[in-house]
Each structure stands twice: as C-alpha cells, then as structure tokens.
C-alpha cells in the first residue's frame, strides 16, 4: 500500500511541476536526509519478542511535513520496520519488536529508508518529495552465553573441564556452546591466561602442573550473536 501511495504522490508531484506556476527558488532547495539510525543492542536470555526504541538523526531544507519508514532486518532479511515523521512525537523515535525466536541472533541492519516529505511556499503552492534514503545503522542481538569451570587434583596435575552454553532462542533453550575458552589463573591481583581452548559439544579441557592450591576460572569473549562469559573462580 504504501508503494502505491509513494507512486501517487510521485505522479501528483509530476503534474504540478509540468503544469503549475515556476518552482520557487525555496522550493528548488528542498530536501530531507537520514544522517544516523540507531539501536542499542540486545541480550536474549528468553524466547520472548523484544520492544526496543530505534533513534533518527536527520537535516530538513523546506520541508513542512515527512514520514520516514527504515526497513529492519536481521539474518533472515526483513524483520520490522521503524516509522518517524511530523504525526508522532518525537520525531526522531519510535519503539519497535522484534522476535529472535524467528528472526535469529546475530547483526540487525537499520535502513534504507523511505521518506515523503512535502513543502507549501508562500505563494501556496504545494510541493512533494519522496525518496530512499541508503543511510544504515546497525545493532546486534547476542544469546547470552554461561561458563561453568571444575576441577580435580591428581598429586601435581591439576585438571580443568569448562562447561559452556548459550541461549538460543529458535531453540528456545540454553544449547551447547563451542567458544575459544581461555583457562586463566589468579596471580596476585591479575587473572593469567594459561591456555586458550576451542570447546567441543560444549566442553573444554586443559592439565597442567601444580604444587600448591591456586583459583582457577575459564572466560571467553563475545561475539556477534553470543555474549562473552566468565565462570566462577574455582581453588584447587
């Protein structure tokens, strides 16, 4: 629908540059742009769907009143759609869902967009304005990842065995998780990084040589859709 209305607005516009008196010189200068779209990103520790505020910088020349429609969309393609302009305030903010339980972790994409504005002069002439706008901002949606970390003494090897998962919403669950895990020591006051392990269904394992009780813990960063996490230190 709102294809049609673009194209009738467009034909409209047409007509009344072809027939109607010159084009003011404010007329001329017309215009409207997107400069920043915005969100901040999201946890998902839930399968629920998810209310966030999307944000809009522009600048207008001559212009009375505009709509904005940037199109959302995350790994699947188009998920939403933020709508901005001079019927609802404020202006350059809108509350918009999305559901990752359909629509996936990862990288979300905020734009194109597609604007109409329009513009009376002095003299009473109307003017209209429409099109996309290829401004784009980006936010992402990671699954919240946990960490857990055991250990077991055998005389002077100590073995450590991390555990990790995260939330996947199309799963609607915690799934095993394969991360870089970094098994880290406490030294003084700093954690020291002893070995770093690519987890296999979920688990990671490292032995080493040690004489006297120590605190151990396992952490890894995050990524585009999964979050970093950092277990419990644990004293063998």
């Given at each position: 629908m709102k294809f049609l209305k673009r194209a009738l607005v467009a034909s409209v516009a047409a007509v009344t540059l072809a027939i109607g008196p010159a084009v003011s010189a404010e007329a001329a200068k017309m215009s409207f742009d997107v400069t920043k779209l915005s969100a901040k990103n999201m946890v998902i520790a839930n399968s629920d769907c998810k209310y966030f505020d999307v944000h809009m910088k522009y600048k207008k020349k001559n212009v009375d009143s505009w709509s904005v429609d940037a199109d959302i969309a995350g790994r699947y393609g188009n998920a939403t759609t933020a709508f901005f302009g001079t019927y609802s305030r404020p202006y350059d903010k809108d509350r918009a869902m999305i559901c990752p339980s359909l629509e996936g972790l990862g990288k979300y994409?905020?734009?194109?967009s597609e604007i109409d504005a329009d513009y009376d002069d002095a003299d009473y002439n109307s003017y209209w304005y429409a099109r996309t706008d290829y401004t784009k901002g980006y936010f992402y949606v990671r699954g919240k990842a946990?960490?857990?970390?055991?250990?077991?003494?055998s005389g002077k090897t100590v073995t450590l065995t991390?555990?990790?998962?995260?939330?996947n919403p199309e799963k609607y669950g915690k799934v095993t998780y394969n991360p870089k895990v970094k098994f880290q020591v406490k030294s003084g006051s700093k954690w020291k990084t002893l070995k770093t392990v690519t987890a296999k269904k979920g688990k990671a394992t490292y032995k080493m040589k040690s004489k006297s009780k120590k605190s151990y813990r396992v952490t890894f960063s995050q990524i585009s859709w999964a979050t970093g996490a950092t277990s419990k230190s644990v004293k063998r």
């Open positions: 994409r905020i734009g194109p946990y960490a857990s970390l055991s250990t077991k003494r991390s555990k990790t998962k995260v939330y």
